[in-house]
């Protein structure tokens, strides 16, 4: 498994402004990935993110709103940028691990974000 | 495209009894890979368990077991004795084979347990 933090774990902002969660894993990951739950919804991928090359977002999702770092193998960061009410969601970062050609995903606890 | 389907939004168990969570799936890929992810109120999704697609048995975690029917298309969850720890929502959730492949989630089932 992996254990994976991230910060910060809930924050309201104002609308316009701009939030950069992080995430760190205690293990070297190739893949990692960013999701978004909006309430009482399921989650959906906004993202994955490759060290050492761009992001690739899913349908519905464009870097200059959600622009992704990956510095490294055990880091990453979201930017959820100009922020609307339509942003409120918990944000979930996720791991992959490969145990036998298998990948199983482990996620962080999530950020809860409110814009106000 | 993958599509994870959840038709119970809520369902309720009493402590020690069983209860079953179904999820049905589609897809055009012979192989893949199937989990359940247990989400409580701290938001913090749980692996619960996993079933390769070319695997016959079914996978067992413990009081968790799936029933996986492969021309059926469906996935479903058995919880046996159940706890009040696992009161949560339910994701159903899909993975293609290969590497930096996505999840595609189900849209959830809340399980009640009471005493």
């Known amino acids: 498994s992996a254990v994976i933090s991230q910060k910060p774990s809930r924050d309201i902002c104002q609308r316009g402004t701009s939030l950069t969660i992080q995430c760190q894993v205690d293990s070297q990951v190739t893949m990692m990935f960013w999701y978004r739950q909006q309430p009482g919804q399921s989650l959906t991928l906004i993202a994955t993110a490759n060290q050492g090359s761009e992001a690739t977002y899913e349908s519905g999702f464009v870097i200059d709103k959600f622009p992704i770092s990956r510095p490294n193998l055990t880091f990453s960061t979201l930017t959820v940028s100009n922020m609307s009410p339509e942003d409120s969601s918990i944000y979930l970062c996720?791991?992959?691990?490969?145990?036998?050609?298998?990948?199983?995903?482990?996620f962080g606890p999530g950020t809860r974000l409110t814009v106000t | 495209a993958q599509t994870v389907t959840q038709s119970q939004p809520e369902m309720s168990v009493q402590e020690a009894e069983t209860v079953t969570l179904s999820c049905t799936y589609d897809?055009?890929?012979?192989?893949?890979?199937l989990f359940w992810y247990k989400q409580p109120p701290s938001r913090q999704m749980i692996l619960v368990i996993r079933?390769?697609?070319?695997?016959?048995q079914n996978a067992t975690e413990n009081r968790f077991s799936v029933n996986f029917q492969k021309a059926a298309k469906s996935f479903s969850l058995k919880i046996s004795d159940s706890q009040l720890g696992d009161a949560a929502m339910y994701f159903c959730a899909y993975r293609s084979p290969g590497t930096a492949s996505k999840l595609t989630f189900g849209t959830g089932t809340r399980l009640q347990v009471t005493l």
């Open positions: 996720s791991v992959e691990k490969r145990t036998g050609g298998a990948g199983e995903q482990y």
């Open positions: 079933q390769e697609a070319y695997k016959q």
């Open positions: 897809t055009s890929e012979s192989d893949y890979y």
